[in-house]
């Protein structure tokens, strides 16, 4: 994976940081079909996330198929100041797996 | 398929059974994602396999959802709670081919304030359960959803 697919907007509001992220991904559930095949079209979903802010982890989600597609989550964590690096990771189910940077605003 | 250190110990342990062999490297890494419970046919299973054990309502858990979800594809989703020391909050939604949605990790620091979004194939009972020190909690919320957002 070349580019990035998390879209994350993170802001520092008071004495918390407020995070929104958004991943593109199809999130494919294993479980529709093939409309002209019939077969059923393979699982691809992203299973893990997990978010660190200054060596800390401060959010780890474990997904299933049933998050929508392009998953969206909003959270927020004590501390982090403008300029702050997050440093998020995903895992797919298929093994695939990246790690992508954001700053604080 | 793949495997993971927490779901090998449990597999282990419940039955010395082993499915499937591959062992990716970065996965034991990271937090373990819990096959059996994310691969369960119905809520009980799953939230046994996830948190090993059943919860108790709470009005200290706020799920915020939708009461018609138009779409089922994104049924927009808040949990929140009010409890101290909150391990971790679990979604699941009843009448879903797989109840378990998502789990999430709550470290300390972090609010136990979390928005997602989830698909539902239909009206279903939607529920979050909250870990707090050790404990279950949960709050339910029945969804009707008008198209279904699992199949195509």
Request: overall charge positive; hydrophobic content about 45%; aromatic content about 4%.
């Amino acid at each position: 994976m070349a580019k990035g697919i998390l879209k994350v907007k993170a802001k520092v509001s008071g004495d918390k940081t407020k995070v929104k992220l958004m991943a593109k991904h199809i999130m494919e559930s294993g479980q529709r079909k093939d409309k002209k095949t019939g077969e059923l079209i393979p699982a691809k979903f992203l299973q893990e996330l997990k978010i660190m802010h200054a060596g800390k982890e401060v959010f780890v989600a474990n997904l299933g198929t049933a998050v929508s597609k392009n998953p969206y989550f909003a959270f927020n964590f004590a501390g982090g100041a403008a300029g702050d690096d997050l440093t998020m990771t995903w895992i797919e189910n298929t093994g695939e797996t990246a790690t992508e940077t954001a700053k604080v605003k | 398929m793949s495997i993971n250190r927490r779901s090998v110990i449990k597999a282990i342990a419940a039955s010395g059974a082993l499915v499937g062999a591959s062992v990716l490297v970065p996965r034991i890494a990271m937090a373990a994602w819990t096959q059996s419970a994310f691969k369960a046919e119905d809520q009980e299973t799953a939230m046994q396999e996830l948190l090993g054990g059943t919860a108790e309502e709470s009005a200290e858990v706020t799920l915020k959802a939708p009461d018609i979800a138009e779409n089922g594809a994104v049924v927009p989703v808040t949990v929140r709670s009010s409890l101290a020391n909150v391990e971790s909050m679990s979604i699941f939604v009843e009448h879903n081919p797989n109840p378990l949605v998502v789990e999430f990790i709550i470290p300390a620091g972090t609010d136990a304030d979390v928005s997602t979004r989830l698909r539902m194939g239909k009206t279903s009972k939607v529920t979050a359960v909250v870990k707090a020190d050790g404990k279950l909690y949960s709050a339910s919320k029945e969804v009707k959803v008008t198209i279904g957002g699992c199949g195509g």
